[in-house]
């Protein structure tokens, strides 16, 4: 079987006849990254599509809010499941399957005419990302070699960019064309299940060989009470940061259009230089991780962005613009810090820890979301921004992590 890859497939072809886990396998994280980039993408998609789903369909902000709740859900509730499934029976297979139900569920938005169908669209959007995430974020482990935190970073970032692309490519398509435009999306779903069934087919290669070299992990001497207070100031951080990044990445358009009177495809524009950002500080925070500890990266992205929350609310068009870029490049690098920082913790459960992690990263983000759109619907977003302003103050529970990369 390998000899068959070896001659088929231009991933096996460049693995090394010694341990390739051994090494930093960059052609593998830039196709996984390449497919978190389309899987992203088209999840922004829905974000971005909202504006012309409220006007078309007369939602209010609740039943946009309610939109991403499907969404999450059904990524926060299976992601965890798949990814402790699969860490005790792999299937590299998925990886492909994950984008076929993302193009069901676009197919599905682009012709939905009731609040239901749009509902249920989303829910297959989410299923495809439930899928993708602990799968991919495995494969970006097994090829990281001894830079776990620069491979999450390079995989990190792209999804961050396919997320800052959904809302340009939705200002430069489905703004001007429609709803129905939304279905040439698709065609990066089917690019998806390309790229991911050559990534499933090395990984089911080398599989085997990681999951001994993450049994044969030396381990970090804490008891299971430590872990399981780490794991729980790690979600205690995770929800501070996605929390407020839901703030920004579903009300932020409607906030300029509010306050400062901008049309649809300006505030569009001014949400890709936000989720730009984003993906920016996302490059910054694994190698950094990987060299000062990440430990030090939580302090800095998590409590570090608090001053410039606090100005937001308060501040006129411009630097409104600048503090969103500054919130955008300092929250951003947490994440994948986190996820690292949560897989030593737990050696030899990288699919269940990804999951999860990605799993509370979705669902926070979706009640966040449904909560957010209930308080603009009884204020204004201007309340809502002053109200989510205090939540990176959460980042001082990072006292409380041990500081496990000194051991």
Not at 48 to 54: F, Q, V
Not at 339 to 366: D, N, R, T
Request: glycine content about 10%; aromatic content about 10%; hydrophobic content about 55%.
């Amino acid at each position: 079987m390998e000899k068959t890859l070896a001659a088929d497939d231009a991933l096996a072809e460049l693995a090394p006849a010694h341990d390739v886990l051994n090494n930093t396998t960059f052609v593998v994280i830039a196709a996984i990254s390449f497919s978190h980039l389309l899987n992203d993408m088209m999840q922004s998609v829905l974000l971005a599509i909202y504006p012309i789903l409220k006007q078309r369909l007369s939602f209010s902000f609740a039943q946009v809010g309610m939109i991403t709740l499907a969404f999450q859900f059904t990524a926060s509730i299976l992601q965890p499941l798949i990814g402790l499934y699969t860490d005790h029976r792999p299937k590299p297979w998925l990886l492909p399957l994950s984008s076929c139900f993302t193009m069901i569920g676009l197919l599905l938005l682009s012709q939905a005419s009731s609040f239901g169908a749009v509902l249920l669209a989303a829910s297959l959007v989410g299923v495809g990302s439930s899928i993708f995430h602990p799968e991919s974020s495995r494969v970006a482990r097994m090829a990281a070699g001894a830079r776990p935190g620069l491979s999450q970073s390079l995989f990190q970032i792209g999804g961050n960019l396919g997320t800052a692309l959904g809302p340009l490519l939705a200002a430069l398509i489905i703004v001007p064309f429609g709803q129905g435009s939304a279905a040439w999306f698709s065609l990066a779903a089917l690019t998806g299940v390309l790229v991911l069934s050559q990534v499933a087919r090395w990984a089911a290669v080398h599989v085997a060989g990681f999951r001994k070299r993450m049994k044969a992990h030396p381990g970090h001497h804490l008891s299971r009470r430590q872990v399981g207070v780490s794991l729980a100031v790690l979600g205690g951080l995770v929800f501070s940061k996605f929390f407020y990044m839901a703030s920004l990445q579903n009300y932020y358009t409607f906030y300029l259009m509010e306050k400062f009177a901008l049309s649809i495809q300006t505030a569009q524009m001014y949400l890709f230089g936000f989720l730009l950002a984003v993906a920016a500080g996302t490059v910054a925070g694994g190698p950094i991780g990987d060299r000062i500890g990440r430990k030090r990266v939580i302090w800095g992205s998590i409590l570090g962005v608090a001053p410039f929350t606090l100005l937001l609310p308060h501040a006129n068009l411009m630097w409104t613009a600048v503090l969103s870029v500054v919130i955008g490049l300092i929250l951003a690098s947490a994440f994948s810090a986190i996820l690292v920082y949560a897989q030593e913790l737990v050696p030899g459960k990288v699919g269940a820890i990804s999951g999860l992690f990605f799993g509370v990263a979705f669902g926070l983000a979706g009640i966040g979301a449904a909560l957010l759109g209930r308080l603009a619907d009884a204020t204004d977003l201007t309340t809502v921004y002053q109200v989510c302003a205090f939540l990176p103050l959460i980042g001082l529970l990072t006292v409380l992590l041990p500081d496990i990369e000194r051991r």
